[in-house]
Nanobody, 122 residues
Framework: QVQLVESGGGLVQAGGSLRLSCAASGRTFSNLHMGWFRQAPGKEREFVARISWSDGRTYYADSVKGRFTISRDNAKNTVYLQMNSMKPEDTAVYHC???????????????WGQGTQVTVSS
């Protein structure tokens, strides 16, 4: 079992930055691929970014490419999402998730955090 706890959300103006953190506990974190997803009110949960455990390879949704950066520190059992040049459409609850698979589809992620609210004002 893996427990994931997100932090770092909040209110930011358009063009600003936030860094989200996701702390993991439980089974071996370093063997899991990690992802960030977000869900806005009335919308489905969507993929944001992922990072593999083995080589740190990353992949991003087109909507955040060039603005967001995912990273991980296996020694601290923590994954991060640095969000720059933020836009009002980035407003959502952000969740981190862990998977044995390199994936972008939410059903392939076995473990989820409760989420942290990010609000971007215009």
């Amino acid at each position: 079992q893996v427990q994931l706890v997100e932090s770092g959300g909040g209110l930011v103006q358009a063009g600003g930055s936030l860094r989200l953190s996701c702390a993991a506990s439980g089974r071996t974190f370093s063997n899991l691929h990690m992802g960030w997803f977000r869900q806005a009110p009335g919308k489905e949960r969507e993929f944001v970014a992922r990072i593999s455990w083995s080589d740190g390879r990353t992949y991003y949704a087109d909507s955040v490419k060039g603005r967001f950066t995912i990273s991980r520190d296996n020694a601290k059992n923590t994954v991060y999402l640095q969000m720059n040049s933020m836009k009002p459409e980035d407003t959502a609850v952000y969740h981190c998730a862990a998977s044995r698979f390199i994936a972008t589809h939410p059903p392939l992620y076995e473990y989820w955090g409760q989420g942290t609210q990010v609000t971007v004002s215009s």
